[in-house]
Structures are given as structure tokens and as C-alpha cells.
């Protein structure tokens, strides 16, 4: 989840992804204002961690409900998915997977 306030009028704006570790993330919300403060309480409640990046959340906004990332901000949204990993104190799958292939 990325959030983050928008150059215009101070609007926050917040854009939920899921990862599934099989293709490239999917947006599964997203939303301006009061929507985007909804989003990102309900996201913490279900103890999703939230990252707070202005670029970003503006970039994913302008992508459509169940749209995969694009190429191009595919490092900004790694850096965001190593940042929760970090923070849960896991390791992704994928990862863990490819190790025990070495």
C-alpha cells in the first residue's frame, strides 16, 4: 500500500496492491481524500503495512482497479514490498524457494 499527499490542494490519495508473487503486483484499491484515509485505515486494521510515498501513490493512481504495475515503477514498488517484508520479519517465498535451489 502506498500513500501520499497530491502537489494539488493537499489531497491525500492512497493505492492498495496485492502480490502474489506470481506476476507483477496488481492495484486492488485506490482513492482520494476520506476514500484514501478509508483505505488506509482499513488496511491497518487488517495489519498491512503502509508506506508513505508521495510519487509513487500519485503514479499507481493514475492505473485502473485490478491493473498490473508497470514496468517502470517496478523498483519503486520492490523497495516498498522489501520495506514490509523487512518490517514482518519475513523473507519472501520466491526467495526462499530459489536458496534452497543453490
Do not use: C
Not at 21 to 35: D, E, L, N, S, Y
Not at 66 to 84: C, G, H, K, M
Amino acid at each position: 500500500m502506498s500513500r501520499g499527499q497530491s502537489a494539488d490542494v493537499g489531497e491525500k490519495k492512497a493505492v492498495a496492491l496485492l502480490y502474489e508473487q506470481v506476476r507483477a503486483p496488481i492495484v486492488t484499491a485506490k482513492g482520494r481524500g476520506a476514500f484514501a484515509e478509508e483505505i488506509i485505515a482499513t488496511a491497518k486494521r487488517h495489519g498491512v503495512h503502509v508506506a508513505e510515498d508521495p510519487v509513487l501513490a500519485e503514479t499507481l493512481s493514475y492505473l485502473q482497479l485490478n491493473e498490473e504495475i508497470p514496468e517502470d515503477v517496478y523498483v519503486a514498488v520492490a523497495t516498498v514490498l522489501s520495506w514490509a517484508y523487512w518490517v514482518k520479519g519475513e523473507i519472501p517465498q520466491v526467495i526462499t524457494e530459489r536458496g534452497a535451489d543453490l
